[in-house]
């Protein structure tokens, strides 16, 4: 599946780093989890998106990768 946004395309990044950070983000709160992802300046200018944005695309991966990945957890 193709992004069709440049705020797609920013949630589809986090969301493969913080996969492939899987284990060192088991239990992680949202601020250890944005500064793992490394949300800087560089990120920003990456993906052309005001903060704000950005921030609410990890906050959407978030939910999904780190959340759903507790959820997993609890059920083993």
């Excluded at 800087?40 to 998106?49: C, H, I, M, S």
């Amino acid at each position: 599946m193709k992004p069709r946004t440049v705020y797609e395309k920013a949630v589809q990044d986090f969301t493969d780093i913080a996969q492939r950070l899987n284990e060192r983000l088991q239990g992680a709160s949202f601020a250890e989890f944005e500064m793992l992802m490394g949300l800087d300046d560089e990120a920003l200018k990456r993906f052309g998106l005001p903060r704000p944005i950005v921030e609410r695309a990890l906050k959407e991966v978030y939910q999904t990768v780190v959340r759903y990945q507790e959820k997993s957890l609890d059920h083993k």
